[in-house]
């Protein structure tokens, strides 16, 4: 089929105009290639949606990188497999008499469980629930790992997550509160990481645990001695 020559002419204006497009950084475009990959999904940017897509590749973005640095090992905790194995049994523990509750109930209401057992399974039942939120509460705050990457000035901390799994946090350097910021006297047996940008606090044990770089360990909080 021939085309009107002002069609073919307004054909190449668009296709001139569309070399001269800035296209996103590389880092960006290797990005959506692995996420594409990943995903198995085909689909092109226009430019209405380019300013609502890059964003969020940029984050993503520093986020992977963090994670794909080198990290060498700062503090070990070796009593974190104790901890998660007391994490985990108490959630089995919990989830066993909460299976156990309505068995119970059934007999009860059918005349087969008298008031005594009711009574004594249901306190069981709740005392192992506030055991196991109060347990994970302060199991979760405990700092099993730390690790400082080869610029030191992003910082990799591993916890314990309410179900017992492992979880990474990656926090810049600069961002940590050192022992003296804290109030924290190095000869303590419990000292707490905290941040300047917020609240939260995890918690760590010099005595019980093992600083292998103390170099790097005090890069980030300060003197030990």
């Known amino acids: 089929m021939l085309r009107p020559p002002r069609l073919i002419h307004l054909t190449l204006s668009l296709a001139a105009s569309g070399r001269q497009c800035h296209h996103p950084p590389q880092s960006i475009r290797q990005l959506f290639f692995c996420t594409q990959t990943k995903t198995k999904h085909t689909s092109s940017i226009t430019p209405k949606h380019a300013s609502l897509w890059f964003p969020q590749y940029q984050a993503l973005a520093a986020c992977s990188d963090l994670a794909s640095q ?12 104790g901890l998660r194995a007391l994490s985990r049994l108490k959630l089995i523990q919990t989830g066993v008499t909460a299976a156990l509750l309505p068995t119970v109930y059934y007999f009860y209401l059918h005349g087969q469980a008298s008031v005594t057992l009711l009574t004594y399974t249901t306190g069981i039942a709740a005392f192992a629930a506030v055991m196991l939120y109060t347990i994970s509460h302060y199991i979760r705050r405990v700092v099993g790992m730390m690790y400082l ?10 916890h314990l997550s309410f179900w017992g799994h492992r979880r990474d946090v990656y926090l810049p350097v ?3 509160m050192t022992l003296g910021d804290t ?3 190095p ?7 905290k941040r300047y940008s917020c609240s939260d606090t995890l918690y760590f044990f010099p005595r019980l645990g093992r600083v292998v770089d103390k170099h790097g360990f005090e890069k980030v909080f300060g003197t030990l001695t």
């Open 70 to 81: 080198e990290y060498s090992l700062i503090y070990a905790f070796p009593a974190i497999r």
């Open 187 to 193: 000869g303590e047996p419990i000292l707490r990481l």
């Open 174 to 176: 600069s961002d940590v």
């Open 149 to 158: 990457d080869s610029t030191q000035r992003s910082l990799k901390v591993s």
């Open 183 to 185: 109030g924290d006297s």
